[in-house]
């Protein structure tokens, strides 16, 4: 097994006419030890399944396929994905372990095998989305590493009442714990992005109902998000009917009216659901 540097990586693009495409997020590992650190981070054992999206020339598949059972790549760049199984077949004896689907990440519903950790360099511009579909859409993923934007990172990891908590850091919780797992410099990308990068860890737990429930908690968080600076009982009124009528239901759910959405933890926002009259949720 040889992993790839950034030479390799030049090579590898240039060999396809590859030009990194910005609107794709194409930013590329260049330090392998990066991709090793990110799989150890990961806590990969040969007995997982790992899902990568985003693989892009191959370099965290490549560490990825000596550490896990299997991996499942999902790249949408279809000139990535015909050339990811020739450079396993290079680089790695394990070659026949990579199962490489051309996808939007984003149009996942079922995979082939039932992956249990998540681990990639995800593409900037979609990352929370892509983060939260496969949360909802892979219940089979256990845990999982992803690199993002520094900034993006900070708010999927934020805690009740923090500037950077909000939309992203209040759904991913619906699933799963996030922690930061460090940050990352510009120099190991190719071609080096204009943004700071850091990692994230997650780890799935008992999510706190079912979908139907889900569905209307996260209706009443992009409603309490859409304005943040009000209090709930006043940014909860279009959903409501009036601020008196969102004040009723918060008071039945146990939560100050007074409150701003940053303040409430997942547990509230589904308390304040529970509480609810029926209304058209639409996430
Ligand atoms: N994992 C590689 C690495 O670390 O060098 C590449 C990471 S690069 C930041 C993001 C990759 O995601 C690119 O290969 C890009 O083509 C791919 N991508 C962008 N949008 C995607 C989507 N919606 N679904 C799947 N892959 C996507």
Known sequence: MTLLGAAQIRELAEAIGLKPA??????????????????????????????????????????????AAS???????????QQLPLTAAIHSERADQLTVINQDALGISTLISDPTVL???LPY???????????????????????????????????????????????????????????????????????????????RRVTPGDEVLRKKVFTIIDTAFAQRRKML???????????????????????DPTLRGEALEILGFCAIALASPDFNSTK
């Not at 991996?71 to 994905?81: H, Q």
């Not at 959903?239 to 008196?244: E, F, I, Q, R």
């Open 22 to 67: 910005k609107a794709l997020g194409q930013n590329f590992v260049i330090d392998s030890n990066v991709c090793k650190k990110i799989v150890r981070i990961a806590g990969v054992t040969s007995t997982d399944i790992a899902l990568e999206i985003g693989p892009g020339l191959g370099s965290l598949t490549l560490a990825l396929l000596e550490e």
């Open 125 to 203: 511009n979609v990352s929370v989305p892509v983060l939260l579909h496969l949360l909802e859409k892979v219940p089979t993923l256990r845990s999982g590493v992803v690199m993002v934007q520094a900034e993006v990172a900070d708010r999927l990891a934020a805690s009740p009442g923090s500037k950077d908590y909000g939309i992203p850091s209040v759904k991913s919780a619906w699933w799963a714990e996030v922690k930061g797992a460090g940050s990352v410099s510009r120099s190991i990308f190719w071609p080096a992005p204009n943004v700071d990068s850091k990692l994230v860890s997650f780890t």
């Open 71 to 81: 991996v499942v790549a999902v790249e949408i760049d279809p000139r990535l994905a």
């Open 233 to 255: 009982r006043s940014a909860l009124s279009s959903l409501y009917g009036s601020s008196a009528l969102a004040e009723e239901v918060l008071t039945k759910a146990g939560i």
């Open 119 to 121: 681990v990639a360099n």
